[in-house]
């Protein structure tokens, strides 16, 4: 049996899946996790040695940006 698509799932999937341009307060938000993320990424190639692990982990940090910054452009 298929699942149908509510009202709530299409609005939710136009929401996920247009450009969301900044409005308001929202680029020097995004600036401020942007420049944050940075500090932390400079701590992390200072302190950890090269490895597949600090690869992961700044790779982890730019989705934790992306992501902190969608819930910005998406939810407000």
Known sequence: MKNQL????????DNSY????PKDDQAPRYEDIR???KQLAVNI????????ERSVALTNLEQAVM???KAIACNE
């Not at 247009?18 to 341009?21: E, K, P, R, T, W």
């Open 35 to 37: 420049n944050t993320a």
């Open 45 to 52: 190639l200072v302190n950890c040695p090269h490895s597949r």
């Open 67 to 69: 992501w902190a910054n």
């Open 18 to 21: 247009a450009y969301h341009g």
């Open 6 to 13: 509510t009202d709530q799932d299409l609005a939710m999937l």
